[in-house]
């Protein structure tokens, strides 16, 4: 049974290209988790727009990282947010974790703008900042993946506060290592801990589908041997338990960023699924398509 990208990233149709064509990269092999309740699917998805009871979208975004040197993992949640926007999301329902350090960065050659592309335009401009500074720690994402606004410290206070029917989609772009993600603030995320909030908020029935894109190096072991298949989770990972993933539109590399920039504009599996849902049709195209194309 297939997931159209539409019901997790938007319906409405995609812009013009603002990226490059995705045959000039050089794919790494990723780690996909199926973990799909097959009794919960049905043949086919309906449109939000076509069916009122499909449901909230919801988004979780998560740059793990500070440091101007670290620019692509928030470059990469900032163009995530705005393929979302585009689809049709609600800021209400988009939650967004960054340092927020890099936009006014004193190293950022274009001041007030981050780019995730070498030709690509401002990602940075309208994204909501709910939790910034040491509020992108561990005890808040998991506050928020959890609904539980009292245990929210700082910030919006925004949190997924799902239903039944609604859909989730995590984002998060960071480094990693075994079993774990990193973060700006001390206690790292594991992924013992990380799959147990999964488990708890499948056992309050607040969600119908959640979809969580990793990436990371190392990824697939957060994952792996720990993600139950009968909780409605869908992963994909940058990576898999052994190996590195990569960033891309690094200086010295084709195709390389501006010559203003010394850094990593982003990162090659985030770039990948991101330029593949910036040119096709979500409408259409399913997240088992969507892996099949990145990880060719």
């Known amino acids: ?33 199926l973990a799909m309740a097959h009794a919960r699917l049905q043949p086919t998805i309906r449109l939000p727009s076509d069916d009122g009871s499909v449901g909230t979208r919801w988004a979780v975004l998560v ?41 006014h960065n004193l190293e950022n050659p274009r001041p007030g703008v981050i780019i995730n592309h070498p030709q690509g335009g401002d990602v940075y401009a309208g994204v909501p900042k709910d939790y910034t500074g040491k509020e992108v720690n561990v005890k808040n994402l998991f506050a928020v993946l959890l609904g539980n606004k009292t245990a929210v410290s700082g910030g919006s206070g925004k949190v997924v506060d799902s239903g039944p029917n609604d859909h989730i989609f995590v984002f998060y772009s960071d480094h990693g290592g075994p079993g774990v993600i990193g973060m700006p ?11 147990d909030v999964l488990k708890k908020k499948h056992a309050a029935g607040t969600y119908k589908s959640l979809v969580f894109y990793l990436e990371a ?72 398509q969507q892996y099949d194309l990145v990880s060719a």
């Open 1 to 33: 049974k297939e997931k159209f990208l539409s019901l997790i990233l938007g319906s409405e149709p995609q812009q013009a290209p603002r990226m490059a064509a995705m045959s000039s990269f050089r794919l790494l092999p990723l780690a996909l988790l």
């Open 63 to 103: 740059a793990g990282s500070s440091g101007y040197y670290n620019y692509r993992h928030q470059a990469d949640i900032c163009h995530a947010y705005q393929i979302l926007k585009t689809g049709g999301l609600k800021d209400e329902n988009i939650i967004v974790f960054m340092y927020d350090d890099i936009a």
């Open 185 to 195: 603030t001390y206690p790292y995320v594991y992924g013992d801990d990380l799959v």
């Open 217 to 288: 190096c190392e990824a697939g072991s957060v994952f792996e041997g720990l993600l139950p298949n009968d909780i409605g989770v869908y992963a994909t990972t940058a990576s898999n338990a052994e190996e590195s993933s990569w960033g891309t539109y690094c200086p010295g590399e084709y195709p390389s960023p501006p010559s203003e920039y010394d850094t990593c504009l982003g990162d090659l599996y985030s770039i990948s699924w991101m330029e593949d849902s910036d040119v096709h049709n979500l409408r259409t195209e399913s997240l088992k």
